[in-house]
């Protein structure tokens, strides 16, 4: 047989097999060098405005307006007027249509919605780009379908819109949390006045561009910016009927007190320290990568993050060993890096306050491991940390950190890891990881939390409800229980 002649070629074969980077384009965002307020369907023009930046490299990003209590009052009357003006009485598959196109839309132009999110907010792409938008367009799809069969989840119960709703939203998932409260608000046909987290306004204001495309009758959703005074200007707004809120307990605690007596309606989504639970018969490299998205999805920066980890006395040596590994190859970096798994902390502050409780925590006596990690030298950064040799006492295992921090606790049975779970004044989600259905049931009975994630962790879905107990608020966002704080019922 004849020799085949093999063409001989030197090949590159690389010496090393980390990732390189993949950075994603910004061309496809156009952010403008200054926003007002979006009301009744014009562009105000701000009095005063502040810098909103990158937390990636403190670049300067645009000049937003900080809304005074005047402008809340004018976006207000805008939703009032939007709101007796035809929207509270259009039929109910009229107003899906909207939202059906509003949903579309953020579909089409997601990859810009995803770019600008990261940008602004410091979260990986890839989180933008596969939770983010994904499921704030799902938020509007979903609850487009419920608008023209309110009288079918509610049967004989003759559901009417609230009225005008103010809904604050915080800086974690900026778009996803306008879509929670947006969506459900006009499916049941009430109008809205949205103010976004001071540090990431810029997704919220994209918005408005969409309002437009979907042709959204104006002032059915005016969007005002600005720190917690126009919060607190829109909460005490007296032409408001509704008030829907995330974001931390102190603040929900005082919006509470601010209502009492007022007659309007209140629904606040608050803080958590989820108890992420891991039995010995779970598959253990299963629930390292559910610890691992419990708590370093999003930097941490998420109400439901399972930032107490409870581990079965049995298996705590071979369980934090993989669990440790695993942080070595976390990639912390560019948010815009198709393959960074931890972007930037999304604020000086909060970045503060981590470090704070993380200086605490090595007081008090735990035991600290951070993987080697090269940080970026501008912007704001936090290794991902596990915290060992914890006592449920200490301010770490108590107090949410919002933060890429993890607290790692034992227990021996059960019984004991429901009475420590249970052990704090939150109770918006809990996590159990075992092979066992009978013991996933026996505990999601006694688990004091909201959503309880049975071998899995940060699973959302439009059409299950979410919320919290105790100190982690009331009332329920998702879901036909999420239309609920937006009817009132002529029983
Ligand atoms: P806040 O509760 O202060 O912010 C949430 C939203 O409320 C923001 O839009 C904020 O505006 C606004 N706000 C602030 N003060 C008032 C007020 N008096 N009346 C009405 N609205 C107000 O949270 P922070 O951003 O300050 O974060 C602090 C801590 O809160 C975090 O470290 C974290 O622990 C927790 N947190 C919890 C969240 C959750 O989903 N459970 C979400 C965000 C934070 P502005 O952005 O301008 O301050």
Redesign the pocket.
């Given at each position: 047989m004849a020799e085949i002649d093999k063409p001989r070629r030197e090949v590159d074969v690389p010496g090393d097999w980390t990732y390189a980077s993949a950075p994603e384009s910004r061309d496809i965002v156009h952010i403008r060098d200054r926003y007002g307020y979006y009301v009744g369907g014009e562009w105000l023009e701000p009095a005063e405005t502040y810098e909103t930046i990158s937390p990636r490299d403190e670049e300067p990003l645009a000049a937003v307006g900080q809304a005074t209590a005047e402008d809340v009052g004018r976006a207000v009357a805008a939703a009032r007027t939007a709101y007796a003006d035809g929207w509270s009485s259009l039929p109910g598959s009229e107003r899906a249509k909207y939202l059906f196109r509003i949903a579309r839309i953020l579909q089409e132009r997601s990859r810009e919605f995803a770019v600008l999110e990261s940008l602004n907010g410091g979260k990986p792409i890839k989180e933008s780009r596969d939770v983010d938008l994904p499921l704030a367009a799902a938020h509007f799809f979903y609850y487009a379908g419920w608008a023209d069969k309110l009288e079918y989840a509610f049967p004989n119960r003759r559901p009417r819109p609230v009225g005008v709703a103010g809904q604050?939203?915080?800086?974690?998932?900026p778009l996803l949390?306008l879509a929670w409260k947006v969506a459900p608000a006009l499916a049941c046909g009430n109008t809205v006045v949205l103010?976004?987290?001071?540090?990431?306004p810029l997704t919220a204001l994209l918005f408005c561009d969409v309002l437009r495309q979907a042709e959204l009758p104006d002032g059915v959703v005016n969007i005002v910016t600005?720190?917690?005074?126009?919060?607190?200007a829109?909460?005490e707004s007296e032409d408001v009927d509704k008030i829907a809120?995330?974001?931390?307990?102190?603040?929900?605690k005082?919006?509470q007190r601010?209502l009492a007596g007022t007659g309007k309606r209140l629904t606040l989504?608050?803080?958590?320290k989820a108890a992420n639970i891991v039995f010995d018969d779970a598959a253990l490299d299963q629930a390292v990568e559910g610890i691992v998205n419990g708590i370093y999805f999003n930097q941490g920066?998420?109400?439901c993050a399972g930032s107490r980890l409870f581990v079965q006395e049995s298996i705590y040596e071979p369980l934090v060993a993989k669990l440790e590994r695993r942080l070595t190859t976390l990639r912390v970096g560019d948010p815009l890096d198709k393959n960074s798994d931890v972007g930037a902390i999304n604020?000086a502050?909060?970045l503060e306050?981590i470090r704070e409780l993380v200086a605490s925590g090595v007081d008090e006596g735990a035991e600290i491991y951070q993987p080697p990690c090269v940080l970026p030298e501008k912007g704001y950064w936090f290794v991902p940390t596990v915290f060992t040799n914890v006592a449920q006492s200490y301010r770490i295992a108590q107090?949410?950190?919002?933060?890429p921090v993890l607290s790692v606790l034992t227990f021996r049975t059960p019984e004991e890891a429901v009475e420590k779970a249970n052990n704090t004044p939150y109770g918006?989600s809990a996590g159990v990881w075992t092979e066992k259905g009978s013991r996933i049931l026996w505990m999601a009975q006694r688990l004091r939390a909201g959503v309880v994630w049975a071998n899995t962790f940060n699973r959302f879905d439009p059409g299950s409800p979410f919320g919290g107990y105790k100190e982690?608020g009331f009332g329920r966002e998702g879901g036909r229980h999420g239309l609920e704080p937006y009817l009132e019922f002529e029983e």
């Open positions: 604050i939203i915080p800086w974690n998932f949390m103010k976004p987290a001071e540090t990431t600005g720190d917690g005074r126009t919060g607190a829109l909460v809120f995330t974001g931390s307990t102190e603040v929900g005082e919006i601010r989504e608050l803080g958590g920066h998420v109400c604020s502050a909060q306050k107090e949410e950190i919002f933060g918006l982690s």
